[in-house]
């Protein structure tokens, strides 16, 4: 089962804390701008995860990749939730479609500037 | 393959080698002035916003939906330029070499002769990344160019009508070959780091609209000091079996907003505004390629200005002639950091 957000965070945050002491709890949530204990609870699992802009901004800190911890949290970015919502069942089609298929084949379905008849 | 990157055209070889890509970004530039004078190489004021066809097929001609491709949008009298960048190749000493063909209108940019598909050698036909790094207009003699600037296609100006006798096509159509990988791995064999890669900024602009008409094509501005380099491989070298092409669309910048429902970019400041501003034009040198001599057929035509001059039309607008005091070297192998822009 993957990790949650909580463990996921506090695993890379003492990662970096292991080269950098700026990356305590104390620190880490000043410059994201989350009161420590709040952010020590969320690592412990004793809160549910943030919001958007503090899980962008705990991505930012921890160079992490802000896509897969909002996946961790259950949340989907703003900017993808308006794709979705343009083309709803367009969307929930092709990620079914595209469940099972392996990396590389994803990889390939960047779109095709078409070329016709001149 | 071709696909669309950050407003760039990204073609892709992947069958070939996983690093054949060639990236080709659309620069918006000031306009040279039309004074028989030969200027230096004007800035890039950052890409052109390019959109796939296809998109906005209720709102565009029906015939641009059969040459498929891609549209962006261009003030009439404004200049644009083609920055030709390979994907840097840590463990090679080159970028993957490509054969490219540009044409305006269905006439060769640099040969000056109607498209037919394919490379050839006598005239050559096509440019090579990475000898060529960019490409501002038509070659009309060895060492000299005439800037790309778009007029509404249908009034006369463009390199099209001039040539042909008739405004079918318009817009620009490129064609990308890849090097056959035996003759890259042969010629360019794993050798030690190098990067070569050039940075590009890109100008966010306050967006506004105006000017009237639809399709534009392209047509021979002022005078530029630009070589194009004659092919430094042999023509077997190229992998005529894979190859990507694409039709540019040129949408009257007026019209844009009507296709697309986004503003497109305002129009770039006047060479004498820009050089008052004092900043910088750009030459460019590479002693090492043997530069191709220009087209005849190019060199017949007549640029917008004085085409203007003789129809006693005003709307190519103003021309005064700039000073160029401050001129930025820019030699082969573009470093990190060495870059062809300039700010406004």
Same mark, same amino acid.
């Given at each position: 089962?993957?990790?949650?957000?909580?463990?996921?965070?506090?695993? @890379?945050?003492?990662?970096?804390?292991?080269?950098?002491? @700026?990356?305590?709890? @104390?620190?880490?949530?000043?410059?994201?701008?989350?009161?420590?204990?709040?952010?020590?609870?969320?690592?412990?699992?004793?809160?549910?995860?943030?919001?958007?802009?503090s899980?962008?901004a705990?991505?930012?800190d921890?160079r992490?990749?802000?896509?897969?911890?909002?996946?961790?949290?259950?949340?989907?970015?703003?900017?993808?939730? @308006?794709?979705?919502?343009?083309?709803?069942?367009?969307?929930?089609?092709?990620?079914?479609?595209?469940?099972?298929?392996?990396?590389?084949?994803?990889?390939?379905?960047?779109?095709?500037?078409?070329?016709?008849?001149? | 393959m071709?696909?669309?990157?950050?407003d760039?055209? %990204?073609?892709?070889?992947?069958?070939?080698?996983?690093?054949?890509?060639? +990236? =080709?970004?659309?620069?918006?530039?000031?306009? =040279?002035?039309?004074?028989?004078?030969?200027?230096?190489?004007?800035?890039? #004021?950052? %890409?052109?916003?390019?959109?796939?066809?296809?998109?906005?097929?209720?709102?565009v001609?029906?015939?641009?939906?059969?040459?498929?491709?891609?549209? #962006?949008?261009?003030?009439?009298? $404004?200049?644009?330029?083609?920055?030709?960048?390979?994907e840097?190749?840590?463990?090679? !000493?080159?970028?993957y070499?490509?054969?490219?063909?540009?044409?305006?209108?269905?006439?060769?940019?640099?040969?000056?002769?109607?498209?037919?598909?394919? #490379?050839?050698? !006598?005239?050559?036909?096509?440019?090579? &990344?990475?000898?060529?790094?960019?490409?501002? *207009?038509? %070659?009309?003699?060895?060492?000299v160019?005439?800037?790309?600037?778009?007029?509404?296609?249908?009034?006369?100006?463009?390199?099209? $009508?001039?040539?042909?006798?008739?405004?079918?096509?318009?817009? =620009?159509? =490129?064609?990308?070959?890849?090097?056959?990988?035996?003759?890259?791995?042969?010629?360019?064999?794993?050798?030690?780091?190098?990067?070569?890669?050039? !940075?590009?900024?890109?100008?966010?602009?306050?967006?506004?609209?105006?000017?009237?008409?639809?399709?534009?094509?392209?047509?021979?501005?002022?005078?530029?000091?630009q070589e194009?380099?004659?092919?430094?491989?042999?023509?077997?070298?190229?992998?005529?079996?894979?190859?990507?092409?694409?039709?540019?669309h040129?949408?009257? &910048?007026?019209?844009?907003?009507?296709?697309?429902?986004?503003?497109?970019?305002?129009?770039?400041?006047?060479?004498a505004?820009? &050089?008052?501003?004092?900043?910088?034009?750009?030459?460019?040198?590479?002693?090492?390629?043997?530069?191709?001599?220009?087209?005849?057929?190019? +060199?017949?035509?007549? &640029?917008?200005?004085?085409?203007?001059?003789?129809?006693?039309?005003?709307?190519?607008?103003e021309?005064?002639?700039?000073?160029?005091?401050?001129?930025?070297?820019?030699?082969?192998? #573009? +470093?990190?950091?060495?870059?062809?822009e *300039?700010?406004?």
């Open positions: 089962m993957p990790a949650s957000l909580g463990e996921h965070l506090r695993r @890379r945050r003492e990662e970096l804390r292991a080269s950098d002491p @700026r990356y305590s709890v @104390r620190q880490v949530a000043a410059r994201v701008g989350l009161e420590p204990s709040y952010l020590s609870k969320i690592e412990r699992g004793e809160q549910p995860p943030p919001s958007e802009e899980i962008r705990l991505a930012k921890l992490e990749d802000p896509d897969v911890l909002l996946a961790m949290a259950g949340k989907i970015s703003g900017d993808l939730q @308006r794709i979705i919502l343009k083309r709803p069942q367009l969307v929930a089609e092709l990620l079914r479609d595209l469940k099972n298929l392996p990396d590389h084949a994803v990889l390939r379905l960047v779109r095709e500037v078409r070329d016709g008849n001149w | 071709i696909g669309l990157a950050d760039a055209l %990204c073609f892709s070889f992947a069958e070939v080698h996983p690093g054949a890509r060639l +990236r =080709i970004e659309f620069q918006r530039t000031l306009r =040279i002035p039309d004074d028989y004078r030969d200027y230096p190489l004007p800035p890039g #004021l950052g %890409c052109f916003p390019l959109r796939h066809t296809d998109d906005f097929a209720a709102r001609p029906r015939h641009w939906l059969e040459h498929g491709g891609v549209m #962006l949008p261009m003030y009439q009298a $404004e200049a644009l330029w083609l920055n030709l960048t390979g840097d190749l840590e463990d090679r !000493d080159s970028s070499p490509f054969a490219i063909r540009v044409a305006t209108g269905k006439v060769d940019a640099v040969t000056g002769k109607a498209w037919v598909n394919g #490379l050839e050698d !006598d005239p050559q036909n096509y440019l090579v &990344s990475p000898t060529q790094p960019w490409l501002d *207009g038509y %070659c009309v003699q060895r060492g160019i005439r800037q790309f600037v778009a007029m509404p296609l249908g009034r006369g100006y463009s390199v099209e $009508e001039q040539a042909t006798g008739r405004a079918e096509h318009g817009g =620009i159509q =490129i064609q990308v070959f890849p090097m056959k990988r035996e003759a890259f791995e042969r010629r360019f064999p794993v050798r030690s780091r190098v990067r070569r890669r050039f !940075d590009r900024m890109v100008f966010s602009k306050e967006l506004q609209c105006g000017g009237p008409s639809a399709a534009m094509g392209l047509a021979p501005g002022g005078r530029m000091r194009i380099y004659g092919d430094p491989f042999e023509l077997e070298d190229w992998d005529l079996t894979r190859t990507s092409r694409c039709f540019v040129l949408v009257n &910048s007026a019209m844009w907003k009507a296709m697309t429902g986004e503003l497109p970019p305002t129009t770039p400041p006047s060479a505004d820009y &050089s008052r501003a004092g900043l910088p034009w750009f030459d460019y040198y590479d002693e090492s390629a043997k530069p191709a001599d220009g087209s005849a057929v190019l +060199r017949g035509l007549k &640029s917008v200005f004085r085409l203007g001059e003789e129809k006693g039309d005003h709307s190519p607008g021309n005064e002639g700039a000073f160029t005091p401050r001129v930025v070297n820019l030699r082969r192998g #573009l +470093r990190p950091g060495q870059v062809r *300039g700010g406004f």
